[in-house]
């Protein structure tokens, strides 16, 4: 076997290698001519003869040129490649909307079985996903808007989902259990599937529903208005009432009697008003107003005598005339709302309106004979003895008593002012000879209150022996008696106080100075300032005598005891 020397191989196929290439630059492909650049004219190989045009016929050079057009034209030049664009930025915003409906069935309803709502389909093409939305319908009390949020509705239990190539016009839709009819779309939508070759069917107008259409308000008629200036009216006959002095006879119905009643006619806007005239002691609620204040028709259409009017309410179009100021005569009988009214007199005011604007119509007062009303005398039952008269009193002024009213600047002015006397009880009793009283007079609410001082060995024990009341005196009747006052306290005076008598021996030296005071304003007698004088005088010159010791404070002489 041979050996490859030059590379140490032996000298089989694929072992042995040929180097022909001995020139490895690179060569230039460009020549100059003319100074224009030119394509270099490819080298013939070794053993390859050039071909001439001459040894070629005329049909083969049309062959080659027809098969081979880069011998004519040269090396086409290669387009550059599109851009890559991903689907989210080529078909974002792009949306296909299509309108549509489904029927909702309306159950316990007698005015409708099948309610039509109308929706919006709305198909996103960037990530092939849908909506449904419902238009919000004023006053429709259903939760309208969204029905069905973004996502990509499942068309079948295999996995599938709707495509846009799913959709056309009058299909029904069906999302989970719930069919939608399509009737159309909008033009985007039509453009472009149409441009996608997808034949439309045609549009389907929309069913209308029953209950919608029963809602729907009839289109508005519009009246002319009067060339009657309301505005001057107002402004000059504003706060201007014709009063009227009636008599309802409502002798025809059951029960029925005649009352007094007061008619007012508003001469700003022709309304009319009935007051009752309420009497005292009639035995009715106070209710005044008869018929309220508003305009009173005279005469009706013919075309609307048929309604019921029980029911309708009366239109200013159903009314031919309403009253006016010359249908009230004073003298006659005025038929108002179905009830009769005579009209027996009016005010001064309505009798000199009458006399500038209408002076043809005769005022013509009726003289009626009216009930004389007899007085009645609130009778105070006698006064039974329970709590003080003036309390006693307020259960027959009202029917919630209320507190009597005290004099408050007396109780101010006359506070802690206090007229102390002494006093011995007169009786019959010999165990009652040698007690000792104190009777205290409080000048802010004319009161009266004893108090007993105790004394050793007596067998009695003092303390309170009367509260503060105020005390009438003997001979007085229950419903009007006469209370004791400063002026009846004198010195040696025998004062009853609810069948026990006492005689006043002393007093305190404020007594005599605060009824001199007041000697004047109060009338108080002289005897009593006499005896007062004489009193403390007395006691002055005489220390022994107990009238000349100072009187002790029952409040101290009580809590001691």
Not at 87 to 109: C, I, M, N, P, T
Not at 124 to 130: A, I, Q, T, V, Y
Request: hydrophobic share 30%; charged share 25%.
């Amino acid at each position: 076997m041979s050996v490859n020397t030059t590379h140490g191989l032996p000298f089989l196929p694929g072992n042995s290698f040929r180097d022909t290439t001995s020139v490895f630059h690179r060569p230039q492909t460009l020549s100059y001519k003319n100074g224009y650049a030119l394509p270099l004219r490819p080298t013939v190989g070794v053993g390859h003869q050039p071909l001439l045009s001459e040894h070629i016929l005329q049909n083969q050079m049309k062959q080659l040129s027809g098969e081979i057009p880069t011998l004519t034209f040269g090396t086409p030049a290669l387009s550059p490649l599109p851009e890559f664009i991903p689907a989210h930025v080529a078909y974002d915003k792009k949306v296909l909307r299509f309108y549509g409906y489904f029927q909702q069935e309306v159950l316990h309803s007698p005015e409708e079985r099948l309610r039509v709502r109308m929706v919006e389909i709305y198909y996103f093409l960037e990530d092939d996903s849908m909506c449904v939305m419902e238009p919000e319908v004023e006053n429709s009390g259903i939760p309208q808007g969204k029905l069905i949020k973004r996502h990509r509705f499942p068309k079948n239990q295999q996995g599938e989902h709707y495509h846009w190539k799913d959709l056309n016009l009058a299909i029904d839709l069906c999302v989970y259990g719930t069919v939608y009819r399509i009737t159309h779309c909008d033009p985007f939508t039509q453009e472009y599937l149409e441009s996608q070759g997808i034949v439309l069917n045609d549009p389907e107008p929309t069913p209308g529903d029953h209950y919608t259409i029963c809602r729907t308000e009839p289109q508005r008629s519009y009246i002319t208005p009067s060339d009657y200036d309301h505005l001057k009216q107002f402004l000059s006959m504003d706060r201007k009432v014709l009063r009227f002095f009636a008599l309802w006879d409502d002798s025809d119905s059951v029960y029925g009697e005649k009352r007094f009643v007061t008619v007012h006619y508003y001469l700003v806007d022709d309304s009319v008003e009935i007051r009752e005239v309420q009497e005292l002691n009639s035995g009715r609620d106070p209710f005044p107003v008869l018929l309220r204040r508003q305009r009173v028709p005279k005469h009706m259409r013919e075309d609307g005598k048929s309604f019921p009017s029980c029911v309708l309410e009366v239109s200013p179009q159903d009314v031919q005339e309403y009253y006016s100021p010359k249908d009230f005569q004073v003298g006659e009988e005025l038929r108002l709302m179905g009830k009769r009214f005579v009209l027996h007199d009016c005010d001064e005011f309505t009798r000199k309106y009458y006399e500038q604007h209408h002076p043809d119509i005769l005022l013509k007062p009726l003289p009626l004979d009216k009930k004389s009303l007899q007085e009645f005398k609130k009778v105070i039952p006698p006064y039974n003895g329970f709590g003080s008269l003036e309390d006693t009193l307020q259960n027959c002024l009202s029917l919630i008593p209320q507190p009597p009213k005290k004099d408050l600047i007396k109780l101010l002015e006359n506070d802690h002012k206090v007229l102390r006397y002494a006093a011995k009880l007169d009786s019959q009793n010999p165990q009652d000879e040698g007690r000792r009283f104190i009777l205290s007079y409080f000048l802010s609410n004319n009161m009266v209150s004893i108090f007993e001082t105790s004394r050793r060995n007596s067998g009695i024990i003092g303390g309170k022996f009367l509260e503060k009341t105020r005390v009438p005196k003997p001979g007085g009747t229950a419903e009007t008696p006469d209370y004791y006052g400063p002026a009846d306290f004198a010195i040696g005076a025998t004062v009853e106080v609810f069948s026990h008598r006492f005689v006043l021996t002393d007093a305190d030296q404020y007594v005599l100075s605060y009824l001199e005071s007041v000697a004047e304003q109060d009338q108080i007698p002289e005897e009593t300032l006499s005896s007062l004088r004489r009193a403390l005088g007395r006691s002055k010159s005489s220390a022994v005598n107990y009238s000349s010791e100072k009187l002790p404070d029952p409040a101290t002489d009580e809590a001691s005891s």
